[in-house]
């Protein structure tokens, strides 16, 4: 496939959810294209319409009207299993993304058994080789979900989901329930990924300084539409909607107090 | 001088044989926002438990001091009176703390019914008044709503009318932003700041995230494998910081159009880890050879600023 031409593109993507005789709009008019290797970040608050975009890009659901075009060919309203070898989800809560009652390697074997048509030794060798390219020993692999921290089951996660070897990775808020350092290793494996498969990611958070980091991109998502996208750089450094300024003045970098605090000038009674 | 309102010495709580906290010693005078911060599993939910008396988690160790009172040592019933009415707790999940399916206004009504304190239409305008005192301008719609009818942020401020309900002097949180979106979590600690500068109000605050630390403490201690390595004014911490561990930290904030934020490699180490020497050591990228069995109390490094370590002196 040419390098410039995307390999997944959203037009004009709008979903609206009925009960009765009432009806919300979800998402309206979405549009994007993502490039090969490159990182898209969706930002925008609760209730924005970020994971609704996601399920329709996954063919997890169906549109309402708009396209989404995968490695050229159009997708919409297709079965997820039409499109699981080439796009693949990771979501909020790894712990709860597995079997309980399973090691998450029996997990991340069977996907490799599905998805890769490998059976037996080669398919146990597949699996070591993917929790190995997620940063992990082939020996947790024995654990069960309730045993591994937060972001070691996210690693086993995105073993997982790279067992089909997608072209495309949808991360729904994949870091939000862990902590600063293991944030840090999950953001900095899936950019090694970028750099090693050529992956390309659609990163969906809700900390837009996060984000920034990690994203070449960012579109800014409000009430279903989007309130602005561009480079990462100009929408920091130059915002253009109010979403993306209400998002920026909430994000904490840990840089410096963003909220008056009362100043404590007298000495404390006991030393500690 | 200001008094301290509350104070550890020393204190190892622990869940039956295996102690999650080691020695913590900090104090916490009155009006003051002290937030403790660390990885998942460093055994700061551990310690606000512990104090608040749920969840299982036992002073087996040490003592805690609360007004006077040795908490360890209380006859449980004048521990339940303590709980609620003295100290108040905020839980990550905002939801969870609620039932779903009944009305806030029963709810509340519920909570100072169990206290003794309910007296008809006084304890509605009470209520009523709790919530105005919150900024919530639309009081009396959150009031009839049920929690799984509202959002995470909605759940949150009313669950700091609840732990407030009761006139509290010190308010436990713990993670209360985590679950929340960027622009919840704002609304949150612009709410805590508030209550904060009406009431006097001291706050124990555990969080992973060193911005929202930033934000709302007036100190700062860093938790690793269940013992303080670092506390001191936040700023100090924030921006001189003197372990390596809260330099670690500090690398994996992201700064908004930044480079990548940098993880700490390896895992820390499981509960119950051997009570001598640096717990933080195979980890550590500043370790020397001696490090393994060196003495980890804190030393005062500059005046009110303390660290277990001082190879990270700034």
Redesign the interface.
Known sequence: MNKTEPVLEAAALTKRYRRGSLAAEAISQVSFSLLPGEILGVVGQSGSGKSTLLRQLACLEKPTSGRVMLCGRDVTGRQPRDVCHEIQMVFQNAQRSFDPRRSVGASVCEAVRQLSGLSGQAARERCAQLIRLAGLDPSAADAFPSALSGGQCQRFAIARALAAMPKVLLCDEATSELDVSAQAQIVGLLAGLRDELGLSIVFVSHDLALVSTLCSRILVLQDGAVAEQGPTQALVSAPRSDAARALLAAAWTGRGPQFSRPSVDKPPECVL | ????LL?TEHLRVGYGGEAAVHDV???L?AG??LAIAG???CGKTTLLKALMGVGGAQITGGRAVFDGNDLAAMRPNARRGLAGEQISMIFQDPGAAFNPIRSYDSQFRELLRSRGRFRGAASRSEIRRCFASLGLSDGARILKSCPCEL???MNQRAAVAAAMLLGPRLLLLDEPT?A???????AV??EL?RL??LTGLSMLLVT????????????TGVMYAGRLVE?G???DV??RPCHPYTK?????????????????GG?PPAPGAPARGCAFFARCPAAAPGCRERETA?R?ISP?H?AACAEGRP
């Open positions: 001088m200001e008094k301290a104070t010693s900090f104090c005078r003051e926002t990885e998942s599993g959002s995470g942020g985590s929340l979106d960027v622009t919840a979590q704002q600690v612009e700041a904060r500068s992973h995230n060193l911005g929202l630390a930033a934000a709302m403490a007036d100190r506390l004014a936040t700023a924030l921006e670690c930290l500090l690398r994996a904030v992201p700064a908004l159009g930044g480079g990548l934020p940098q993880g700490l895992s804190l005062e009110g303390f």
